[in-house]
């Protein structure tokens, strides 16, 4: 594991961040067993958001007790200062502490959105009086548009950033982390195997730890997942494995899709899916979540080519704001089958 100073928090933070989003989906004894296996083998950062079901509750019934031994990361999705507030006292009672070292504006996508989160009565406004309350250490921000976010954090009001970075989307080192480097600040990468796509694994992680972010989260529920993540990250990366890694990086993120969900299919194709994951598949195959996708969503896909409101336009494509060809590449995917 490697640790680096942890922008203005001065924290060595583990290389290897714990993403608690799928531990509801587990026993509880399970789930408590992973964070603390992962506690006492090096990751110090855990990260949580109060939208992920029971997430932090299970944090706080699992590790509370050894609070000053990780970094805690929770978000708020509010907009609004009222919502923003309460979330983030419940955030607290959930997790059993008094305070979160980053608390994170959530999932900010459009520009609408952060003029909300950033006015008068906005949620920002509720994270600096938590903040001045020693409720909140640092505040930080997420989202799915790199471009936007290297122009949000721009200002200097966030000190955290959490971004996708993954062999199928390595947008973020286009303006986000050289303008988030420049400024100092907390860089956290997220879903480096893309959502449950991207194998083989140890590669998939080694990517985002090949570049310039203190922290990658994985999503983790077992043990032997930790073990399987904290193995990928024991041995330093030299330049011939960096090169290797960025060559492949450019061609499995040929369809350029940044996950900003920006666009819908009215037969319910997950769009974003099939587009980060079709060059994956036919270059490595897909772990057993992307295969059980692919299957979940055979008959939609398979219905595109005849969806006759898309014939002469696709609907979805107008909505792209980076005009992405995904209706080619939805039909493309029927020859999975
Ligand atoms: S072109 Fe295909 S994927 Fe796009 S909206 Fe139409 S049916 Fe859905
Ligand atoms: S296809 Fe375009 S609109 Fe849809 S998620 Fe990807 S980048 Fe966003």
């Given at each position: ?165 993954s062999?199928a989307q ?24 893309s959502g449950?796509f ?57 369809h350029?899709c940044?996950r ?12 974003p899916d099939v587009m980060i994951s079709s060059?994956i ?57």
């Open positions: 594991m490697r640790y680096t100073t942890f922008g203005e928090s001065g924290y060595q933070v583990s290389s290897l961040g714990f993403g608690a989003m799928n531990l509801p989906g587990v026993p509880f004894e399970q789930a408590r067993e992973a964070l603390n296996y992962a506690l006492d083998n090096g990751i110090n950062y855990i990260d949580t958001a109060a939208a992920y079901r029971n997430s932090e509750e299970i944090i706080g019934n699992s590790i509370s007790h050894r609070r000053q031994e990780y970094m805690l990361a929770t978000k708020t999705g509010a907009r609004d200062y009222a919502t923003a507030k309460s979330e983030i006292e419940r955030s607290l009672t959930r997790m059993k502490t008094d305070y979160v070292d980053i608390l994170q504006i959530h999932y900010v996508n459009y520009p609408q959105e952060f003029a909300t989160i950033m006015g008068e009565n906005g949620a920002y406004q509720a994270a600096l009086e938590a903040q001045r309350e020693g409720k909140v250490r640092f505040i930080g921000i997420t989202g799915h548009r790199p471009d936007l976010l290297a122009k949000w954090v721009a200002k200097g009001e966030f000190k955290q950033v959490l971004f996708h970075l062999l390595r947008f973020a080192l286009d303006e986000l982390i050289p303008a988030a480097t420049a400024l100092n600040m907390m860089k956290v990468a997220m879903k480096p195997l449950g991207i194998q083989p694994v140890d590669r998939a992680l080694r990517y985002p730890f090949s570049q310039d972010v203190h922290v990658t989260i994985s999503g983790m529920v077992s043990v032997a997942e930790v073990k399987e993540n904290i193995a990928a990250m024991q041995r330093e990366i030299d330049a011939g494995e960096r090169d290797e890694l960025e060559r492949l990086a450019v061609d499995l993120s040929e350029n940044r900003c969900n920006y666009c819908s299919c009215p037969l319910e194709i997950s769009i060059k598949r036919d270059t490595f195959g897909l772990l057993p979540k992307g295969d059980g996708f692919y299957q979940k969503q055979k008959d939609r896909i398979l219905s595109c080519a005849d969806y006759e409101p898309c014939k002469e336009k696709p609907l979805c494509e107008s909505k792209c704001p980076y005009h992405l060809p995904m209706q080619q590449v939805i039909q493309a995917a029927a020859s999975y089958y």
